[in-house]
């Protein structure tokens, strides 16, 4: 009697340790299955479709991209935004007035030393036609103003994202050389986060 339990109570064992394992070798096989670069991120709710755009915020009004996006006919500088010095004003497209070129001082890389000139290539204002001003605008109306064909001269959503991720002017933001401080997401991330609201369809925040 008692050796015939013990029989029945190591066969269910068995069986449940089989069990176990078929089930951890079929999660095991299901999950390989899942391609391995699949957006981990589940796509947020509708309401949240705003915070898609605010997370790339902090980059856009960050002093080294607002310095050329800002309301004046002017460059600015430094974290504070002043004034550029030296009375440098936009030009009648972008490069400067005919004294003052950017170019005369700017180079296609940053100069070495504190308070020395940065550069990129191109490096310029936007044209007095379409100055691109984001200062004073709301988050939504950033927004919508970047995606404007008529205020961002003519960029359909992919080329905005490449704009944004790519271009060497924004680049700069990440490597502005000696003594001032890069935009505060690291690019790999930001550029996902371009990435993750292009793929929603690049909503705007409602207000
Ligand atoms: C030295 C000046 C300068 C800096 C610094 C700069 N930009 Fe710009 N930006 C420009 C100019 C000039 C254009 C217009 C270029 C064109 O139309 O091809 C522009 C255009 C853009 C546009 C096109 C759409 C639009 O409506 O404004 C975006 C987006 C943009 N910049 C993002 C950035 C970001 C993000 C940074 C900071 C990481 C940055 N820029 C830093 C000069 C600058
Ligand atoms: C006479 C030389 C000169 C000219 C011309 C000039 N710049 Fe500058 N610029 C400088 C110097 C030098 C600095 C660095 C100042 C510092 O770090 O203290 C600077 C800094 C800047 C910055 C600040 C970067 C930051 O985020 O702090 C921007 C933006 C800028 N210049 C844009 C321009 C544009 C656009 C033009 C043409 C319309 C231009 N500059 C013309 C010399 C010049």
Redesign the pocket.
């Known amino acids: 009697m008692k050796r015939w339990y013990i029989a029945v109570r190591l066969c269910l064992a068995s069986l449940i340790v089989l069990g176990f394992a078929g089930a951890l070798w079929f999660a095991r096989s299901v999950a390989a299955a899942e391609p391995p670069d699949a957006p981990k991120v589940a796509a947020p709710a509708a309401s949240d479709d705003g915070a898609l755009f605010t997370a ?1 915020v902090p ?2 009004r ?1 002093p ?6 800002s309301q004046g006919d002017y ?1 600015r500088q430094g974290d504070d935004g002043h004034p550029h010095t030296m009375n440098v004003r936009r030009g009648p497209v ?1 490069f400067g007035v005919t004294s003052e070129k ?1 170019n005369t001082c ?1 180079q296609d890389h940053n100069l070495a030393g504190s308070h020395l000139p ?1 550069g ?1 290539p ?6 007095p036609s ?1 100055p ?1 001003i ?1 200062q004073g605008l709301t988050d939504a109306q950033l927004c919508e ?4 064909p008529k ?3 003519n ?1 359909n959503l992919d080329q ?1 994202v490449e ?2 991720t790519e ?1 060497k ?6 490597n ?1 050389g000696e003594g001032r401080t890069p ?1 505060p997401i690291l690019h790999d991330e930001f550029t996902a986060k371009v990435k993750q609201w292009q793929a929603a369809g690049a909503p705007c925040p409602a207000k």
Request: glycine letters at 6%; one cysteine or more; a positive charge.
């Open positions: 790339l980059v856009l960050h080294r991209c607002m310095n050329c996006h460059p972008g950017c700017h940065p990129a191109g490096w310029r204002l936007p044209p379409m691109m984001w103003s970047i995606k404007d205020q961002n001269r960029r905005l704009h944004l271009d002017l924004v680049m700069w933001g990440w502005p935009v």
